[in-house]
Structures are given as structure tokens and as C-alpha cells.
Nanobody, 121 residues
Framework: VQLQASGGGLVQAGGSLRVSCAASGRTFSSYALGWFRQAPGKEREFVAAISRGGGFTYLADSVKGRFTISRDNAKNTVYLEMNSLRPEDTAVYYC???????????????WGQGTLVTVSS
């Protein structure tokens, strides 16, 4: 599956933003999906994951209560809704597809190109 992330941009602290990831192919619903992010000079870290049917979601502790992951299998798209954004959320956000909704990067076999989210203070 090929993934294309979009929706990043510049937002003030406390604001909201939704990033999307569109997938090609007819097997989208057979993949679990995840979002990871990488800030300058830091390792890529887990943000959120969602199971194939969307019934299970997982969020990193740092974003719980602020971010929501969802998917629309009819549109082959996964979303990350981000609220109450903080400057430390600034990063390139990557979507990924794999067999399991996992917090581990190695469990994902396909990655999108990333979209930059910048939160100003």
C-alpha cells in the first residue's frame, strides 16, 4: 500500500489541526495504521495507532486527551485530529501501515512521506 500524508501547517499553541493520510490500493481495510512523529534532532516516536476495523485505538501518553485517530475505510484515509497543540508537538508526522496496531516502528511495512506540523508559542 502507498501512503500520502497531508494537512500539516503552522498553528498557534492551543490551536487545532487535522492531518490526513490517503492510501492507494484496494486492501486498505486489511491494514492497521499508525502515526509517528519526528522532531528535529530526535528519534521518530509513536503517536497513535488504529486497528483494521477501527475498533481499537492507542495513543501515546503525551497526546492522550488531545489527539484522536480515526479512519474511513470507504475513503482509504486515516486521520489524526490534534487539539490543544503545544510547541513540543512540532514535528514531521508520518503515517504508516502494518499488520498490527502497534507502537513499534518495525511492525509497520509501509510509510508515507511525512507532513510538517509547526506549533508556534
Amino acid at each position: 500500500v502507498q501512503l500520502q500524508a497531508s494537512g500539516g501547517g503552522l498553528v498557534q499553541a492551543g490551536g487545532s489541526l487535522r492531518v490526513s493520510c490517503a492510501a492507494s490500493g484496494r486492501t486498505f481495510s486489511s491494514y492497521a495504521l499508525g502515526w509517528f512523529r519526528q522532531a528535529p534532532g530526535k528519534e521518530r516516536e509513536f503517536v497513535a495507532a488504529i486497528s483494521r476495523g477501527g475498533g481499537f485505538t492507542y495513543l501515546a501518553d503525551s497526546v492522550k486527551g488531545r489527539f484522536t485517530i480515526s479512519r474511513d475505510n470507504a475513503k482509504n484515509t486515516v486521520y489524526l485530529e490534534m487539539n490543544s497543540l503545544r510547541p513540543e508537538d512540532t514535528a514531521v508526522y508520518y503515517c504508516a501501515a502494518g499488520r498490527l496496531a502497534s507502537m513499534t516502528r518495525d511492525d509497520y511495512t509501509s510509510w508515507g512521506q511525512g507532513t510538517l506540523v509547526t506549533v508556534s508559542s
